[in-house]
Nanobody
Framework: QVQLVESGGGLVQAGGSLRLSCVASGSILSINLMGWYRQPPGKQRELVATITSGGTTNYADSVKGRFTISRDNAKNTVYLQMDSLKPEDTAVYYC??????????????WGQGTQVTVSS
């Protein structure tokens, strides 16, 4: 059983910062791509940022220069440092990871989501 658990969401004023964490646990052989997605109220889920096991990153244009994704492969953890937050960043943030499990199944797994609310 593979599980992703996010933490670090909350309420912050515009211009503030938050750091999200996501830990993958269970019968994991390897983790390839890890990333963060978000779903604003009334909208579809969208990509925020991804990072490969080698550290190559990709960002949505709306967060470039403000958000930083990183990972600790030894801890099966991915982070999202969010600075200069704007009200439009308000959303439920989801962690996603491409994982090869001990049953040799490779699939994409999702966390339960963490709420980020930015007040103006």
């Amino acid at each position: 059983q593979v599980q992703l658990v996010e933490s670090g969401g909350g309420l912050v004023q515009a211009g503030g910062s938050l750091r999200l964490s996501c830990v993958a646990s269970g019968s994991i052989l390897s983790i390839n791509l890890m990333g963060w997605y978000r779903q604003p109220p009334g909208k579809q889920r969208e990509l925020v940022a991804t990072i490969t096991s080698g550290g190559t990153t990709n960002y949505a244009d709306s967060v470039k220069g403000r958000f930083t994704i990183s990972r600790d492969n030894a801890k099966n953890t991915v982070y999202l440092q969010m600075d200069s937050l704007k009200p439009e960043d308000t959303a439920v943030y989801y962690c996603n990871a491409e994982i090869l499990s001990s049953t040799w199944y490779r699939g994409h797994y999702w966390g339960q989501g963490t709420q980020v609310t930015v007040s103006s």
